[in-house]
């Protein structure tokens, strides 16, 4: 079956270090997005990317890194310049064109806690 | 500033209680609106997607629909496996980012 697994599903990190999240799809999407959900808000983007080795900053992309090296892989490394990394992270993609083009598909998620 | 805001952020009903959750927009042109399922500890699962005021869209006990200004998320004799959060999101028609809302955290008891 197609989908996005994401890895590890649980992290922890010290202070000071860096980590990376791992984001793989199967689907043949093309667009691939990192977002960042924290307890009563909104999910929020990091980073995005429509293209293989090509990406944008999205609303909160202070602290974090991204590589599109190959179509099916998308991973996020939060560093050590992210104040406040403690949160859940959802990978997700989308198809350029035809049915469905709109919508997102996503991972089951990553949760990182800074000890 | 494109921003989607959802009420009530918690909603508490009884099994078989219908009612209906609601998401308000403010975008620069809607170019969809988009309706998720999130159970605790995973990621969100796609419901709907709404084009246009006056659409409907129906699957099993939900029915999604859309006016200008809000979307209404509606859930018929609600059964304890409905709990979850529900997101809303809206794309606006000159870029391809999504902007969520906070969600509504829903519990069914029977």
């Known amino acids: 079956d197609g989908g996005i697994t994401q890895s590890p599903k649980y992290l922890f990190r010290k202070e000071g270090q860096n980590v990376t999240l791992s984001c793989e799809q199967n689907?043949?999407?093309?667009?691939m997005y990192w977002y960042r959900q924290d307890p009563g808000q909104g999910l929020r983007l990091i980073y995005y990317?429509?293209?293989?080795?090509?990406?944008q900053k999205g609303d909160i992309a202070e602290g974090y890194s991204v590589s599109r090296e190959k179509k099916e892989s998308f991973p996020l490394t939060v560093t050590s310049a992210q104040k406040n990394p403690t949160a859940f992270y959802l990978c997700?993609?989308?198809?350029?064109?035809?049915?469905?083009?709109?919508?997102?598909?996503f991972g089951a998620g990553s949760r990182l806690t800074v000890l | 500033e494109d921003q989607v805001t959802q009420s009530p952020e918690a909603l508490r009903l009884q099994e078989g209680e219908s009612s209906s959750l609601n998401c308000s927009y403010t975008v620069s042109g809607l170019r969809g609106l988009f309706w998720y399922r999130q159970d605790p500890g995973k990621g969100p699962e796609f419901l709907f997607t709404l084009y246009s005021a006056g659409e409907e869209k129906e699957k099993e006990r939900l029915k999604a629909t859309l006016t200008k200004k809000e979307s209404f998320l509606h859930i018929t004799a609600p059964k304890p496996e409905d709990s979850a959060t529900y997101l809303c999101a809206v794309t606006p028609s000159y870029g391809n980012k999504l902007v969520f809302g906070a969600g509504t955290i829903l519990r069914v008891k029977s």
């Open positions: 990317s429509q293209i293989v080795n090509d990406f």
């Open positions: 997700a993609s989308r198809k350029k064109g035809g049915p469905g083009a709109n919508v997102l598909t």
């Open positions: 689907l043949n999407h093309d667009a």
